[in-house]
């Protein structure tokens, strides 16, 4: 996963309430397994309109969206669709919470705010302000607005690290793994390829 500190650009401003996974990335596609290309089936089913918001062909890496987005199924074809897209972070006032996690595992980060604040914010999009999303210092800037954000420390470290699952655990508990594979070894060996 690609590291991530601080994401700046101009955001995408998706208001619409209780987007369900199944319009993020609707089931007819669901047995396309490969991640690269995914973004061109994300939102299928609205992105012809003249008035949808999001287009493959902009470089817009920040998403501000209506509540409760991402609501529905698990499928992480969702997150994976719109990372495609090149989107980083999405912001809105509430999330689906398996898509949160999502998110978090594919290296983008959902930010949950007030109302209020997620509103300054799609104005500042609607105005084609840059925005900056600083995960360091856990702040959102433009157009005149600084709006602080939380974030779980372990997804933080996770993202600022640009770690997946595996290379987490890798990085802070290598020295557990390797004594729990040696006490392992002594204990049930059969389990063990010898090598000569």
Not at 73 to 87: F, Y
Request: aromatic share 8%; hydrophobic share 40%.
């Amino acid at each position: 996963m690609k590291a991530m500190s601080q994401v700046t650009g101009q955001a995408i401003s998706l208001p619409d309430a209780d987007i369900d996974t199944d319009i993020i990335y609707p089931a007819r596609f669901l047995l396309i397994t490969e991640k690269k290309g995914l973004g061109r089936y994300a939102f299928a089913d609205r992105r012809d309109g003249p008035d949808f918001p999001i287009r493959e062909d902009e470089d817009r890496p920040i998403l501000v969206a209506g509540p409760n987005f991402g609501c529905g199924s698990s499928r992480e074809q969702a997150p994976w669709a719109i990372g495609d897209l090149g989107i980083r972070v999405i912001i809105a006032e509430s999330f689906g919470d398996i898509f949160a996690n999502n998110c978090f595992r594919n290296g983008m980060l959902p930010i949950r705010l007030a109302p209020a604040e997620v509103e300054a914010v799609r104005a500042s999009a609607e105005n084609g302000a840059t925005i900056t999303v600083d995960l360091v210092s856990r702040t959102i800037t433009g157009a005149g607005t600084a709006i602080p954000f939380t974030v779980p420390d372990s997804q933080r470290e996770t993202l600022l690290n640009g770690w997946n699952d595996t290379t987490r655990i890798l990085a802070l508990h290598a020295e557990d793994v390797t004594a729990f594979e040696a006490v392992q070894q002594c204990a049930a060996p059969w389990l063990w390829t010898t090598r000569k």
